[in-house]
């Protein structure tokens, strides 16, 4: 059985900082392509950041510079370091392993 459960979200202000961590369990991570994707109020799901099993990796123009994936295949772990936080960026954050999807973690940017 396929579980993602993230964590480290929160309300932050303007220009701070947050780091949200997917812990993946019964699915072959090491792999598999793996993502962030958030969703705003009446808006639909968009891609924020991926990440390739050999490393490479893949940005929405919004978060360039701004933010940063990485995983750990060891402990099956994916991650989003994200720095310089807008208002706009408030959202629910959902990480995807293959095809699979995580609960949702809220971030809220706001002072």
């Known amino acids: 059985q396929v579980q993602l459960v993230e964590s480290g979200g929160g309300l932050v202000q303007p220009g701070g900082s947050l780091r949200l961590s997917c812990a993946a369990s019964g699915i072959m991570f090491r792999i598999l392509r793996v993502g962030w994707y958030r969703q705003a109020p009446g808006t639909e799901r968009d891609l924020v950041a991926t990440?390739?099993?050999?490393?490479?990796?893949d940005y929405a123009d919004s978060v360039k510079g701004r933010f940063t994936i990485s995983r750990d295949n060891a402990k099956n772990t994916l991650y989003l370091q994200m720095n310089s936080l807008k208002p706009e960026d408030t959202a629910v954050y959902y990480c995807?392993?293959?095809?699979?999807w995580g609960q949702g973690t809220r971030v809220t940017v706001s002072s």
């Open positions: 995807t392993v293959g095809s699979s």
């Open positions: 990440i390739m099993s050999g490393g490479r990796t």
